[in-house]
């Protein structure tokens, strides 16, 4: 008497829980036919009692059913009122503070299905896109968590550009999902951290050359939003190191460092701590520290070559870089350039003690300088010109034109720097004319 008690209360229960659910469908304002009478019956054979539950693998599932039970020519035109339910749920919660914070777009270890994204104008545009492929996104995939995270960070950054174009979002879309299953078949536990040979072989897997720049938005995207700089990785991207625009040059398109090149891990982190010092500490110049870097990753690549480590080099190995220096024809100022850069590396190394001492002395190797004087001068037709038409210009460039032409010029040093001035400003007035 108690098991048939119990079995009769699980029944009512089972048909209260029904009639609720049948009810949520039924508040969604959905025409009712036969598409949504199958879906209440399946949901209800599931004991699916919340529309909080329909996911895609209850999707996957829904369509297993529906093949057993109708012509395959239709079964789209019943996932399309699957997927609609959930859409109308989903949006209906989005107006609620419990339901913003349930279907909130933030990475999870689950499988996202992007027609189910919670923001209505976005999702819309999924809607005519048959490619279900790149629809669906598997983060419950046996690999790294710091991975997941960086695809993840990608993708929304994609989905939520609503000025892309459906065709290249795509292409895009294509491209990330390549990039992330090339990443789990490697075993790549964090995309900042690649090596040129895992970049290779990753690359070689995109059949076309214009999917590639998927892999440095990505590498950009996974530096960027760490709430700690990650020094270790094998790029890095000026913007995330907040310098001041004093020290940028904003004519010239730097956007990032690589360390790739250099392959043994040890000089790697010597040369990354020696950039971290140039970066933070000193305050020179971007332009000035990457050329003195790119001198020293060259003499690094170059002891690489010879397998000798950095901190192992000697006064024959930089005797050999300066001779192929003289081969290549670098001019003196050149040359002093990247033979200081090396000493200026040497140097930090020795103060932070991963050398003992300095084992080389950069003036044996110094060249001279013949500083060679460049006559600028502009001939005394083309500025009175330019005097006779000064009053079509601005204001502010006339009073600067008329400054240079009353200075005093009887000191030398004078004379050379006002006919510098004169034919940078007299260039900049030709545009005007």
């Given at each position: 008497m108690q098991q048939a008690e119990r079995i009769t209360e699980s029944e009512v229960d089972i048909e209260k829980k029904k009639q609720e659910l049948y009810s949520e469908i039924d508040a969604l304002g959905i025409k009712s036919d036969s598409r949504i009478n199958k879906l209440k019956k399946f949901l209800a054979d599931r004991k699916i009692w919340h529309l909080e539950e329909m996911d895609y693998p209850l999707r996957n599932s829904y369509e297993q059913y529906l093949r057993g039970q109708i012509r395959s020519q239709i079964v789209s035109f019943y996932l399309k009122i699957y997927d609609t339910v959930k859409q109308q749920h989903i949006y209906q919660q989005m107006q609620t503070l419990n339901g913003k914070r349930i279907y909130e777009w933030k990475y999870q270890n689950k499988i996202y299905?992007?027609?189910?994204?919670?923001?209505?104008?976005?999702?819309?545009?999924?809607?005519?896109?048959?490619?279900?492929?790149?629809?669906?996104?598997?983060?419950?995939?046996?690999?790294?968590?710091?991975?997941?995270?960086?695809?993840?960070?990608?993708?929304?950054?994609?989905?939520?550009?609503?000025?892309?174009?459906?065709?290249?979002?795509?292409?895009?879309?294509?491209?990330?999902?390549?990039?992330?299953?090339?990443?789990?078949?490697?075993?790549?536990?964090?995309?900042?951290?690649?090596?040129?040979?895992?970049?290779?072989?990753?690359?070689?897997?995109?059949?076309?050359?214009?999917?590639?720049?998927?892999?440095?938005?990505?590498?950009?995207?996974?530096?960027?939003?760490?709430?700690?700089?990650?020094?270790?990785?094998?790029?890095?991207?000026?913007?995330?190191?907040?310098?001041?625009?004093?020290?940028?040059?904003?004519?010239?398109?730097?956007?990032?460092?690589?360390?790739?090149?250099?392959?043994?891990?040890?000089?790697?982190?010597?040369?990354?701590?020696?950039?971290?010092?140039?970066?933070?500490?000193?305050?020179?110049?971007?332009?000035?520290?990457?050329?003195?870097?790119?001198?020293?990753?060259?003499?690094?690549?170059?002891?690489?070559?010879?397998?000798?480590?950095?901190?192992?080099?000697?006064v024959v190995e930089v005797k050999k870089y300066a001779d192929g220096l003289r081969e290549r024809g670098i001019q003196a100022k050149g040359f002093n350039e990247r033979i200081f850069g090396i000493g200026h590396f040497y140097k930090f190394m020795e103060v932070k003690q991963y050398i003992t001492r300095m084992p080389f002395r950069i003036e044996y190797f110094q060249q001279k300088e013949v500083v060679v004087h460049h006559d600028r001068s502009v001939e005394e037709t083309v500025y009175m010109e330019i005097l006779k038409k000064l009053y079509l210009f601005p204001e502010r460039l006339q009073n600067c034109y008329r400054v240079l032409l009353n200075i005093h010029r009887k000191s030398s040093v004078i004379q050379n720097t006002y006919l510098l001035m004169k034919k940078n400003l007299t260039a900049r007035c030709s545009i005007w004319l």
């Open positions: 299905f992007l027609k189910y994204y919670p923001e209505k104008k976005i999702a819309e545009t999924f809607e005519t896109s048959y490619k279900t492929n790149l629809l669906v996104w598997d983060f419950t995939q046996n690999c790294s968590e710091v991975l997941k995270k960086q695809i993840f960070y990608t993708l929304s950054r994609i989905i939520a550009n609503t000025s892309m174009s459906k065709a290249y979002r795509n292409v895009r879309l294509k491209s990330l999902k390549l990039l992330y299953d090339s990443c789990v078949q490697l075993n790549i536990t964090d995309v900042g951290l690649l090596e040129m040979e895992q970049v290779e072989t990753i690359l070689k897997n995109f059949p076309e050359t214009s999917q590639r720049s998927i892999l440095g938005e990505c590498r950009r995207d996974a530096f960027m939003q760490q709430e700690q700089i990650q020094w270790e990785a094998n790029v890095w991207y000026l913007e995330r190191l907040h310098l001041g625009k004093h020290r940028i040059d904003e004519s010239k398109s730097l956007i990032s460092i690589s360390f790739m090149e250099v392959k043994e891990i040890q000089n790697r982190e010597i040369l990354q701590a020696y950039m971290k010092y140039e970066l933070g500490i000193t305050g020179q110049a971007v332009s000035t520290i990457v050329r003195r870097f790119v001198c020293i990753r060259n003499f690094i690549e170059l002891l690489e070559q010879e397998k000798i480590l950095a901190i192992h080099a000697t």
